[in-house]
Nanobody, 120 residues
């Protein structure tokens, strides 16, 4: 079983910055994709950013140019640097990992979520 430990959420004023981190541990043969999703009250969970094992990245249009995703493949950790935060970025942010326990299977794991609040 894989465990995801998230950290870095909190409250910040508009225009501020936060960095989220998520460390995966457990029975991991390899990681295919690491990413961040978010869910605001009354809205569906949406992809914020993702990074593949080959370092290809994908961002939601609403965060392009403001957020940067990066990963340390050696210790299975993914980061989300969030700059120029807006009130509409307020949500619970969830780490997501697509990983393999062997060459034959693929699994999907979610973190417990960390709250990000942007307010003056």
């Amino acid at each position: 079983q894989v465990r995801l430990l998230e950290s870095g959420g909190g409250s910040v004023q508009p225009g501020g910055s936060l960095t989220l981190s998520c460390a995966a541990s457990g029975s991991i043969f390899s990681i295919n994709i690491m990413g961040w999703y978010r869910q605001a009250p009354g809205k569906e969970r949406e992809l914020v950013a993702a990074i593949t094992s080959g370092s290809s990245t994908n961002y939601a249009g609403s965060v392009k140019g403001r957020f940067t995703i990066s990963a340390n493949n050696a210790n299975h950790t993914v980061y989300l640097q969030m700059n120029s935060l807006k009130p509409e970025d307020t949500a619970i942010y969830y780490c997501n990992v697509v990983y393999r326990r062997s060459i034959y299977d693929t699994y999907n794991a979610w973190g417990q979520g960390t709250q990000v609040t942007v307010s003056s």
